[in-house]
C-alpha cells in the first residue's frame, strides 16, 4: 500500500469543450487548483467525473493526466467502474499499472447481482490487482445497496481498504465504523451529513462539491479533525449547508457541480449528453446557495 487515504478527496469533474472534447488544459489548472486549496487525494472517473460517457480511451488519458497533474504530491484514487466483473478487472488493472493509489468500485450497474455474486465480483478484483480498494456504496446510482453487514464481510478481503458511504443515512456510518472501522477507513460520501460523520470518526470526506469551494471543505476537516475546534467547524458547515442540500437534492448533481465551477470562476464545461448545462434560473439558485460561503464572496462577479 502506498499511501493511507484521509481528509478531503475531490471526486474530479471531467473538464470539456464546447465540442465536447475532453479539455486536459482545463483539467491540468482545475487540479493544480485543488492540490493548491490542501485537498489530500484526488479520485477522476467518479459519478462527478462522468465515467459512465467516456470511451476506453479517454478514461485512460484521464488517468494518465490526472497523474501528470497530481505529480506524486497527492495519491490518485481512480475509479475502475463499469457494468461487468471483466472490464473491472481491466480497469482496474489498468489503474494500477499506470501507477494509482488505488481504485474506487461502486456494484456493477443495470445487472444488479445478488450478494454472493457481488462477493465473487470483488473477490475477482481483489485477485487481479494489489493496491487498496474503495468501496463506493450508492445505491440511488446503481441500483445495489451494500449493507454495512456485507461491507463488513467484504473488508476481509485484503485489497478492501476504504469505503466511501453515499447513502446520506448517518446510522450507516456509525455501523460501519462500529463493525470494521478498525480494518476500513470509512469516508463520508453523503455530502449533508458530512459533519457529523466527520465527528463520530469517519476518516474523511469523498466529495464533488469539492470542486466549487475546496478551502471551504479542508477547513472544516482541519477544524475538526487537526484543530478540535467545534463551534468554528459547525459555523462553516452551516454556511456550506444551503450549497449542499441544493446539491444534494437538486437531482442535477454533476451539472450543478459543474456550473458552480464556473461561477467560481473556474470554467470546466458542460456535462455530456444527455446531461445538460445549468439553465439560467438554476445558475441564479446556486449563486444564492455560494453566497453563504466566505470562500465565494464576490462569486455574482465571477464567470457564469
Request: net charge neutral; glycine share 10%.
Given at each position: 500500500?502506498?499511501t493511507?487515504?484521509?481528509?478531503?478527496?475531490?471526486?474530479?469533474?471531467?473538464?470539456?469543450?464546447?465540442?465536447?472534447?475532453?479539455?486536459?488544459?482545463?483539467?491540468?489548472?482545475?487540479?493544480?487548483?485543488?492540490?493548491?486549496?490542501?485537498?489530500?487525494?484526488?479520485?477522476?472517473l467518479?459519478?462527478?467525473?462522468?465515467?459512465?460517457?467516456?470511451?476506453?480511451?479517454?478514461?485512460r488519458?484521464?488517468?494518465?493526466?490526472?497523474?501528470?497533474?497530481?505529480?506524486?504530491?497527492v495519491?490518485?484514487?481512480?475509479?475502475a467502474?463499469?457494468?461487468?466483473?471483466?472490464?473491472?478487472?481491466?480497469?482496474?488493472?489498468?489503474?494500477?499499472?499506470?501507477?494509482?493509489?488505488?481504485?474506487?468500485?461502486?456494484?456493477?450497474?443495470?445487472?444488479?447481482?445478488?450478494?454472493?455474486?457481488?462477493?465473487?465480483?470483488?473477490?475477482?478484483?481483489?485477485?487481479?490487482?494489489?493496491?487498496?480498494?474503495?468501496?463506493?456504496?450508492?445505491?440511488?446510482?446503481?441500483?445495489?445497496?451494500?449493507?454495512?453487514?456485507?461491507?463488513?464481510?467484504?473488508?476481509?478481503?485484503p485489497?478492501?481498504?476504504?469505503?466511501?458511504?453515499?447513502?446520506?443515512?448517518?446510522?450507516?456510518?456509525?455501523?460501519?465504523?462500529?463493525?470494521c472501522?478498525?480494518?476500513?477507513?470509512?469516508?463520508?460520501?453523503?455530502?449533508?451529513?458530512a459533519?457529523?460523520?466527520?465527528?463520530?470518526?469517519?476518516?474523511?470526506?469523498?466529495?464533488?462539491?469539492?470542486?466549487?469551494?475546496?478551502?471551504?471543505?479542508?477547513?472544516?476537516?482541519?477544524?475538526?479533525?487537526?484543530?478540535?475546534?467545534?463551534?468554528?467547524?459547525?459555523?462553516?458547515?452551516?454556511?456550506?449547508?444551503?450549497?449542499?442540500?441544493?446539491?444534494?437534492?437538486?437531482?442535477?448533481?454533476?451539472?450543478?457541480?459543474?456550473?458552480?465551477?464556473?461561477?467560481?470562476?473556474?470554467?470546466?464545461?458542460?456535462?455530456?449528453?444527455?446531461?445538460?448545462?445549468?439553465?439560467?434560473?438554476?445558475?441564479?439558485?446556486?449563486?444564492?446557495?455560494?453566497?453563504?460561503?466566505?470562500?465565494?464572496?464576490?462569486?455574482?462577479?465571477?464567470?457564469?
Open positions: 500500500m502506498k493511507t487515504l484521509h481528509g478531503i478527496l475531490v471526486a474530479l469533474v471531467t473538464p470539456m469543450k464546447a465540442n465536447s472534447h475532453l479539455d486536459f488544459n482545463t483539467y491540468a489548472k482545475h487540479i493544480e487548483a485543488m492540490i493548491g486549496a490542501g485537498v489530500h487525494g484526488l479520485i477522476p467518479g459519478s462527478t467525473g462522468e465515467f459512465y460517457a467516456l470511451s476506453p480511451q479517454e478514461r488519458d484521464v488517468i494518465q493526466a490526472t497523474l501528470e497533474a497530481a505529480d506524486g504530491r495519491p490518485v484514487v481512480a475509479g467502474n463499469a457494468s461487468s466483473t471483466r472490464e473491472v478487472v481491466a480497469f482496474s488493472r489498468e489503474a494500477e499499472e499506470l501507477g494509482c493509489d488505488g481504485v474506487m468500485l461502486a456494484p456493477p450497474y443495470y445487472s444488479l447481482p445478488q450478494p454472493e455474486e457481488l462477493r465473487a465480483h470483488y473477490r475477482a478484483v481483489n485477485d487481479a490487482i494489489g493496491i487498496p480498494i474503495m468501496l463506493y456504496n450508492y445505491p440511488g446510482r446503481t441500483g445495489v445497496d451494500m449493507t454495512p453487514e456485507f461491507i463488513e464481510r467484504l473488508a476481509e478481503l485489497c478492501i481498504r476504504y469505503v466511501k458511504e453515499s447513502t446520506g443515512e448517518i446510522g450507516r456510518i456509525s455501523t460501519l465504523l462500529r463493525r472501522g478498525d480494518r476500513l477507513g470509512v469516508f463520508c460520501g453523503g455530502d449533508t451529513v459533519f457529523e460523520s466527520l465527528a463520530l470518526g469517519a476518516v474523511g470526506w469523498v466529495g464533488g462539491v469539492v470542486n466549487v469551494v475546496p478551502r471551504s471543505h479542508v477547513e472544516l476537516y482541519r477544524l475538526m479533525i487537526e484543530k478540535r475546534e467545534f463551534a468554528a467547524a459547525r459555523k462553516l458547515y452551516f454556511q456550506m449547508l444551503p450549497l449542499l442540500n441544493l446539491m444534494e437534492g437538486g437531482g442535477k448533481y454533476t451539472q450543478w457541480v459543474k456550473a458552480a465551477c464556473g461561477l467560481m470562476g473556474r470554467p470546466v464545461g458542460a456535462p455530456r449528453a444527455p446531461l445538460r448545462a445549468a439553465t439560467a434560473a438554476e445558475l441564479k439558485d446556486l449563486k444564492a446557495a455560494l453566497a453563504a460561503i466566505p470562500e465565494s464572496r464576490g462569486v455574482g462577479k465571477t464567470k457564469s
